[in-house]
């Protein structure tokens, strides 16, 4: 069964911009979340998507948003880029069911803010 | 949620038990203790969960203390390739997948 996949592995983009970032979850899995790294805020959750709606939120600005299709293929995107927006945006996929622990995640998008 | 400390480094020799703490006094009755790791320039890697009994898996053993104010993971036969960064959450079930990680601990496996 192949893994969780994220198109672009590495973006650069210039400060005021937006940029969309996409993730393919594993067949079958229904919930995708998305997460940034960085080195000194560490990983923080975003938003989690099921059945193409948000179910869970983190504490991050509206320029942050997603969208899950019906193929549960999930985009995020964020408008008006900032420098402190450079980070590994990572996404994980999990099985259906609200008490699925496990999550699977993908390599990860490295975005550059210049 | 409960917060949780781990040392920052660890080495270990390979083919030995790797014992890595994590210290969660605040837990609360309803959070379970999570294990991820993540391998350099990978994504986090689930490894284990526990809310109070101990708990084995074909990757690594989890003791959770009887009062639960701590706990360790073992990785019973550690290899190069379990070097990584290892983190300790502790969550609710119902918001396992809102995962929040600090630093961890790195776990350097020597040959």
């Known amino acids: 069964k192949a893994g969780v996949t994220q198109t672009p592995r590495y973006l650069i983009k210039t400060r005021g911009q937006q940029v969309t970032l996409s993730c393919s979850p594993i067949?079958?899995?229904?919930?995708v979340s998305w997460y940034q790294q960085t080195p000194g805020q560490g990983l923080q959750f975003l938003f989690e998507y099921f059945s193409e709606t948000q179910r869970n939120k983190g504490n991050f600005p509206g320029r942050f948003s997603g969208r899950q299709f019906s193929n549960s293929r999930s985009e995020m995107n964020v408008s008006t880029l900032e420098l402190g927006d450079s980070a590994l945006y990572l996404c994980?996929?999990?099985?259906?069911?609200?008490?699925?622990?496990?999550?699977?995640f993908g390599p990860g998008t490295r975005l550059t803010v210049t | 949620d409960a917060k949780t400390t781990q040392p920052p480094s660890m080495d270990c020799a390979e083919g030995r038990a790797a014992n890595l703490p994590c210290n969660h006094s605040t837990i609360s009755g309803n959070e379970y203790v999570y294990w991820y790791r993540q391998i350099h320039s990978q994504g986090p890697q689930y490894i284990i969960h526990?809310?109070?009994n101990n708990e084995t898996n074909e990757m690594a053993s989890l003791i959770i203390t009887e009062d639960r104010k701590s706990s360790t993971l073992i990785l019973p036969h550690a290899t190069l390739r379990d070097t990584a960064v290892y983190y300790c959450?502790?969550?609710?079930?119902?918001?396992?997948?809102?995962?929040?990680f600090g630093s961890g601990t790195q776990l350097t496996v020597l040959p």
């Open positions: 526990g809310l109070k």
């Open positions: 959450i502790v969550r609710p079930l119902d918001s396992a997948r809102q995962l929040t």
């Open positions: 994980a996929s999990s099985p259906s069911g609200r008490d699925s622990y496990e999550q699977y």
């Open positions: 067949s079958g899995h229904r919930s």
